[in-house]
């Protein structure tokens, strides 16, 4: 069976069952490293539970607007008696609060809830070639703190592991420092602010890399370049040093995850082009990881069967006549090469976008938008397909990795995907 994730929005109905699963026991929502060993992390006893799930969810797509707790009622299928008992606890512990009143059509007005984002975080880290980004977002998906660096992925196992771990207690400082007056005025009375930024409110890390690699496992296969991460337990080592869950996933998925949680539910590719080449693949609003996970190796589709040899062993990879076609400055070779490879996508999986990222892309992003439209448009028939650089953050695949750890909690349905 196929590894999917579904980051449509859904409705989800539940039961009565305040946790959902009607026989009185917890069900918990599981963002674990997928080793069976318990790892420190949040221990917010409300990350629980389908029902629970819904609820966070419709409060964080609410906004700082809010939503009244008959909304959620309706919109979740639950009775107000489950919703009343769900969010009393979500207040108690200091996931939610009042977001003022609002007018009803009979009777007093209505009290709305919104989500506290800085109830808890999310760390996500971009493993690339020659550079770690690591970035924490709140429970809302907000960049809290980021950091850049120069970084080797060829530098061995234990340097990179422990480089990870370093700049992850790094960016927990710099937040604990940032967050000092944003939680302070959220949490006022709740005593607890940014200054004492714990291990307990960081619910996970997202790692995200250049593949081949197993998401299921949470091992790299022989990674373009770097063929020594072939088979090494990447997460599981990471988890048992950074002592919190860790989900490994490929950079361009994890960007697709964060470009289709903000998405209208419809197919796209998501092309990167930086050090290497790939892409992301979301067919019908859900990102498609493949039987074994290794979908959206784009850059190693042969299109010059006598072209140049490319660092996976094969000859007339895109990636690599796209990369040597940079490297010489024929940024319109560039282009027009990447657009070949991303109109037989659109032949192939009759997708509706193409949103275009990456470093390279970024340095010169009319030229390559203008090209690959071009290159597409030639091929589509008259389909009319939209080409596009990829908006949302400054860094979409750190930020995208970081969802790989929030999505479980508002989404149940995904965790066991999603871990």
Excluded at 96 to 117: C, F, H, I, Q, Y
Excluded at 161 to 180: K, L, Y
Excluded at 256 to 285: E, K, N
Aim: aromatic share 2%; charged share 20%.
């Amino acid at each position: 069976m196929a590894d999917v994730t579904d980051v449509n929005t859904g409705n989800g109905r539940g039961n009565d069952s305040e946790n959902g699963n009607g026989n009185g026991n917890t069900d918990w929502v599981g963002i674990g490293s997928g080793n069976g060993r318990e790892s420190a992390g949040a221990n917010l006893p409300t990350l629980r539970g389908h029902n629970a799930a819904l609820v966070l969810d419709l409060l964080r797509t609410a906004g700082e607007g809010g939503i009244s707790r008959l909304e959620l009622a309706e919109r979740t299928g639950l009775t107000p008696q489950a919703v009343s008992k769900i969010t009393a606890r979500l207040r108690t512990e200091g996931m939610a609060a009042e977001a003022g009143r609002r007018a009803s059509t009979g009777g007093k007005p209505r009290t709305v809830l919104r989500l506290v984002p800085s109830a808890a975080y999310a760390m996500g880290l971009h493993l690339d070639r020659d550079e770690l980004t690591a970035v924490l977002v709140d429970l809302a998906g907000t960049p809290v703190a980021v950091r850049r660096v120069p970084f080797d992925l060829g530098a061995g196992a234990e340097r990179v592991i422990e480089a990870a771990a370093v700049q992850v207690d790094a960016v927990r400082a710099e937040a604990g420092r940032v967050e000092a007056g944003r939680v302070g005025a959220e949490r006022a009375g709740a005593g607890r602010v940014g200054a004492e930024f714990r291990a307990g409110e960081l619910l996970g890390v997202g790692v995200a890399m250049p593949g081949p690699l197993d998401h299921a496992t949470g091992v790299p296969r022989r990674v373009t370049g770097f063929p020594q991460w072939d088979g090494f337990p990447l997460r599981d080592a990471l988890a048992a040093r950074l002592q919190l869950p860790v989900v490994l996933d490929k950079d361009t998925n994890a960007a697709a995850l964060g470009l289709a949680l903000r998405g209208p539910g419809d197919s796209f590719v998501y092309l990167h082009l930086g050090t290497g080449l790939g892409a992301g693949l979301v067919l019908g609003g859900t990102l498609h990881r493949g039987a074994r996970t290794g979908a959206g190796e784009f850059g190693h589709q042969v299109i010059q069967l006598d072209g140049p040899l490319c660092e996976c062993g094969s000859r007339g990879c895109i990636e690599a006549l796209c990369l040597a076609a940079v490297a010489r400055g024929d940024l319109a070779e560039a282009a027009r090469v990447l657009g070949a490879g991303a109109a037989n996508l659109v032949g192939l999986l009759d997708i509706d976008r193409v949103l275009l990222g990456g470093r390279t892309i970024a340095a010169h992003e009319e030229r390559f938008v203008r090209g690959v439209a071009a290159a597409v448009a030639e091929r589509a028939r008259g389909a009319g397909i939209a080409v596009a650089a990829a908006q949302g953050g400054a860094h979409p695949v750190a930020e995208g990795a970081a969802q790989l750890v929030l999505a479980p909690v508002f989404k149940h349905r995904r965790s066991a995907e999603l871990g």
